[in-house]
């Protein structure tokens, strides 16, 4: 199935070439907050368009909420009031 995720954004229209035409996506700039991808044809190289990645899509938040249970302590084995 790895063949669909492959296909995704891995063409597009080229003006030079006048079809669409494989692309190569090239990281083409860091910033704290995202990163800038670039999509160049395979056949002259031109840029065809970029895509930009937040860095909140980079990390998953690891932030797994742990809630304590609260320990109930087993009932009084000798009876109140009695
Ligand atoms: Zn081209």
Redesign the pocket.
């Known amino acids: 199935m790895s063949q669909f995720e492959s296909l995704r954004a891995s063409s597009l229209y ?4 006048a ?1 669409a ?1 494989p692309v190569r996506e090239v990281l083409l700039l860091v910033l704290p907050d995202k990163e800038i991808y670039d999509y160049l ?6 840029s ?1 368009g970029s895509r930009e990645v937040s860095a909140g899509d980079l990390m998953v938040s690891k932030a797994a909420m742990g809630r304590r249970r609260a320990v109930r302590s087993p009932a009084s084995p000798y009876p109140l009031g009695y």
């Open positions: 080229c003006n030079k070439c079809k035409m044809c395979t056949g002259c190289s031109s065809l």
